[in-house]
């Protein structure tokens, strides 16, 4: 019954695909619209920075703040047509990985590499979130098709394509840098495909991509580097704990639960393979150069110092089809039949996770989802307090919490602003910091019981109440709120301390 089914999707790969991809597509697409989950502090940033579109911001490229504008241009401002745009990409990009693995390789190849995205476990967590790696995987996909139809045309649409893909990956994560990382370890790793990347095409589509994201570049240009330096201090290396083993194989273990156990395994396979063969071919080379690299180096970073588990996702596109072509060439199918199968229930129940707190509760996770919970009670308690007196604005000391209430509070009156910083080290604090005009009398809400490091700047201060939100049945999220009267003038502004603990 699976082999006649895997038969035909294999005669028809392009309806088979549509039939699963819209499948799969509608199934997150109804979590989003039923999951009770609360947008992340990350997803509330994005969304704020999409309310006043510029070429950068403090900590990331623009291009995820331009996606959701145009999402909640279109659909609205709920958290489900801010995280639309990720099951839509996620979609669109898998279908690409079917036309580069065609192309590559074989149809065979092809339809396998977009099946195995879609379910990889990192694609079906990310497709119920908004994240800059989901533009950012998109547009690598695209590169990554453009390459391989350059190998065989010397159509300029690929070259434009392939300059615009770069471009538009950079506007989107700084990441996409690696894919020019991966093109200079192919070129230097036989002649076959550096006589394929000295075509001047490559000069023309390096000059298209600077031309894309040359505005980015102006505006860093304009405020200090503040996105790169911000993404060169992420790294945090320190002297005084440079070697961090643990941390190294921790994040390996995460990259096989990104891309699956069984996938994993083909690739372990496969690379083993590969290496002790006399000679590996040239399609092979460029996809194991445009990966390798990136686990290499992140791997490093992680002990050195730390790595997020995203950190490599790139990494993810090239090694998909190869580990798809890997296992193709091999007598046995099952272990992609396999590989799908575990895959697909891990998706099924990450869906669950997201729509059920039942399911959540269940299995022990609910440390998991405590950032995405308790937001629009707290938020609608501020609003009312803050309505309830003359203040002229709302204050916060947390990065993550100004990012969460502002969205949870956007129909408030009252402006809502950043302790200031003399030194910025987020958006909000270099852009949206309390100013001496509204601080003649201020809401401060944290979540630390002990401010004097900011009372101290105000006239006086009084605690006047705090907000509890329950969050499961063993966490809660408590927001102390003083009231804060000035005026006070910026130069007694004192710097932020240390970020408050998380959820407890």
Not at 14 to 24: D, E, K, N, P, Q
Not at 39 to 46: F, I, S
Not at 240 to 250: C, E, H, T, V
């Amino acid at each position: 019954m699976i082999s006649s089914a895997t038969n035909w999707a294999l005669r028809h790969p392009a309806l088979c695909l549509g039939i699963i991809a819209t499948l799969i597509f509608l199934a997150r697409v109804v979590t989003l619209a039923s999951t009770p989950l609360n947008l992340g502090p990350d997803e509330a940033q994005y969304w704020s920075w999409s309310l006043y579109p510029s070429a950068g911001y403090f900590s990331k490229p623009p291009f995820i703040a331009w996606l959701i504008g145009a999402a909640t241009s279109a659909c609205g401002t709920s958290e489900f047509c801010i995280r639309l745009p990720s099951p839509l990409a996620h979609a669109a990009t898998g279908f690409i990985l079917f036309l580069a693995g065609r192309r590559l390789y074989d149809e065979r190849v092809g339809f396998w590499s977009a099946l195995t995205y879609w379910l990889m476990p990192g694609t079906s967590f990310s497709s119920l979130l908004i994240t800059t790696d989901v533009p950012l995987l998109f547009f690598w996909s695209l590169a990554l098709w453009s390459i391989a139809e350059m190998r065989v045309s010397r159509s300029p649409v690929w070259t434009i394509l392939l300059g615009t893909s770069v471009g538009l990956g950079l506007l989107s994560k700084y990441a996409m840098a690696y894919f020019a990382l991966g093109l200079l370890v192919a070129a230097l790793w036989g002649n076959d495909n550096r006589s394929m990347l000295r075509d001047r095409r490559f000069a023309v589509a390096a000059l298209i991509a600077a031309l894309v994201v040359a505005p980015n570049i102006i505006w860093n240009i304009d405020n200090s580097l503040a996105t790169v330096r911000h993404t060169a201090a992420n790294a945090n290396w320190n002297a005084s704990d440079l070697f961090n083993p643990g941390k190294a194989l921790g994040f390996l273990a995460a990259q096989v639960g990104i891309i699956g156990p069984i996938a994993a395994g083909i690739v372990v396979w496969g690379a083993t393979k590969a290496l002790r063969s006399s000679g590996i071919p040239a399609t092979d080379r460029l996809l194991l150069a445009l990966s390798i690299p990136i686990l290499a180096v992140v791997t490093c970073q992680a002990f050195i110092s730390r790595a997020h588990a995203n950190w490599a996702a790139p990494a993810f596109i090239a090694l998909t089809v190869l580990a798809c072509a890997w296992a193709c060439r091999s007598t046995a199918r099952w272990p992609l039949i396999a590989n799908t199968s575990v895959n697909g229930v891990i998706a099924l129940l990450l869906c669950a996770m997201a729509a059920s707190p039942a399911v959540v509760a269940a299995l022990g996770q609910e440390n998991a989802v405590k950032r995405l919970r308790g937001w629009p009670e707290a938020g609608s308690t501020i609003m009312s307090i803050a309505s309830s007196a003359p203040f002229t604005a709302i204050l916060s000391d947390d990065r993550e919490d100004i990012a969460s209430l502002s969205y949870y509070t956007r129909q408030r009156q009252t402006p809502l602003r950043m302790w200031p910083s003399p030194t910025p080290s987020n958006e909000f604090e270099a852009r949206h910091a309390l100013t001496a005009d509204l601080s003649r009398y201020v809401l401060l809400v944290t979540r630390r019981s002990d401010v004097r490091h900011i009372t101290d700047a105000f006239t006086s201060a009084e605690r006047i109440g705090k907000i509890e939100t329950r969050l499961d049945q063993k966490r809660t999220r408590t927001f102390f709120l003083f009231a804060l009267t000035g005026p006070v003038t910026a130069s007694t502004f004192p710097s932020l301390s240390d970020n408050p603990s998380t959820d407890e």
